[in-house]
């Protein structure tokens, strides 16, 4: 799930230079179909997606890479420090939206589109450390993580405002909270003195994992928020509001 929230990319234009119509569906604001539109556009740029889009510097979406992620978590006598590198996101390409809505207008931007999907597979590398009390572990290796039935609402709040003669928007926060169905993850520690630890913190994770998502899912937000807005800020940025969702009657 850690970059699920990029295919938001699937109805905006990355350069107020090309065509975007030939590459994504263009709705209009004011339409009093747009909702119907954004679900259309969604649906048809996961499809053209996962594989990239060039033109439009577009990375593939299915399987996403991403270069590393640092994570640190404490609570009461449990502290952990992991470095998680070339991780994979795999599965985004069956995501099924149901629905959208939007409120575009000359002084707020805001959107909503439900999903679900049916699996998503985490894979990467890792590094780090753990401790319980006075017990400290170290591991290294590779690990995968699959999640099955999730359902979730990208929810992406923005800004309209005036540079030169064009207005962009300008994405203040991205919130992503998916629920998912069932999680199983799979780690392999490659440190010898270790590895029987693990093993028993991987198999307490998968009976439990409900509890330790929960506890862990502030971590992955804030990360999301910052990738989200960052990546919707580029394209905004670029293509004026008008030509993103055009306004004409």
Known sequence: MYQILLLFCVIYPSNGAIEISKHLKVCNRNSLDLNDC??????????????????????PLDPFFQDELKVEYKNNQIAVKMLIKNIYVEGLKGSTVHDARVRADEDNFYMEVDLSAPSIVIRGDFKGEGQYNALKV??????????????????????????GTDTYVRIKSFYMRPDVGNM??????????????????????????????????????????????NVANKIFSKVPYDQIFPSGT
Not at 38 to 59: S, Y
């Open 38 to 59: 954004i679900v259309e556009a969604v649906r048809d740029g996961i499809e053209k997606m996962a594989t990239g889009i060039e033109e439009l510097d577009i990375p």
């Open 184 to 229: 199983i993850s799979h780690l392999n520690n490659e440190n010898p003195e270790t590895r029987e630890l693990t093993n028993l913190g991987t198999s307490f994770l998968n009976q439990n994992w409900r509890v330790l998502y929960r506890e862990l899912l502030p971590y992955a937000q804030s990360n999301w928020d910052k990738i989200g807005t």
């Open 138 to 163: 170290k591991a290294y290796g590779d690990f995968n993580t699959s999640m099955s039935d999730l359902i979730f609402t990208w929810k992406l709040d923005g800004v309209p405002e005036k540079n």
